[in-house]
């Protein structure tokens, strides 16, 4: 658990300090593998390039996904001698059947 | 419309460059003049900090508060000669009857 988060869920992306377009391209492919709905969380800085990657994969590659449930949160971080707050957020895209 | 958008809503913050308590203490004097429902906006770089504001007014200042709706898109902007994409948020935060 010590800096960058590496948890691996099926259907969830968390947002790092790669460029965005890495992340773009893992949710693309998640949906490729026949995902219907993938989780994008981050946290601290990066909160703003998960909104960049949700907005990209949806206005660009997968016009049929869709904005889901949007999540803010608070996690307590152990850092040096103290614990700091850090804000989350994790934002639900969800690819729509194409009838 | 140049630089930090200025326009002023009775009840939207919008977040820019100031430190993120400077639109907690907007936000937080909003809902002591009888606002029930506030909207929290940013764009680009202010994403994270317009998530940090909802977070800290709900967690250290006024504890009925919750967030409701939050809402991400892409606006355009213009910038030097070319047009750029930048994602914007908006949070509402809707403070609660306690009875």
Same mark, same amino acid.
């Given at each position: 658990m010590t800096g !960058?988060? /590496?948890k691996k869920d099926n259907n969830t @992306?968390? +947002?790092g300090k790669k460029p965005s377009m890495a992340y @773009?391209? $893992?949710v693309?492919?998640?949906f490729g593998d026949g995902q219907s709905e993938i &989780? +994008? /969380?981050? &946290? %601290?800085r990066a909160i703003g390039k998960a909104v960049d990657v949700? !907005? +990209?994969v949806r206005n660009r590659f997968i016009q049929t996904a869709m @904005? %889901? !449930?949007i999540i803010i949160g608070t996690e !307590? @971080? $152990?850092a040096e001698n103290e614990k700091i707050n850090v804000s989350t957020i994790d934002i639900q895209l969800k690819k729509q059947e194409t009838k």
């Amino acid at each position: 658990m010590t800096g !960058e988060q /590496k948890k691996k869920d099926n259907n969830t @992306v968390f +947002i790092g300090k790669k460029p965005s377009m890495a992340y @773009v391209l $893992a949710v693309v492919t998640q949906f490729g593998d026949g995902q219907s709905e993938i &989780r +994008i /969380k981050a &946290r %601290g800085r990066a909160i703003g390039k998960a909104v960049d990657v949700a !907005e +990209i994969v949806r206005n660009r590659f997968i016009q049929t996904a869709m @904005v %889901g !449930e949007i999540i803010i949160g608070t996690e !307590e @971080v $152990a850092a040096e001698n103290e614990k700091i707050n850090v804000s989350t957020i994790d934002i639900q895209l969800k690819k729509q059947e194409t009838k």
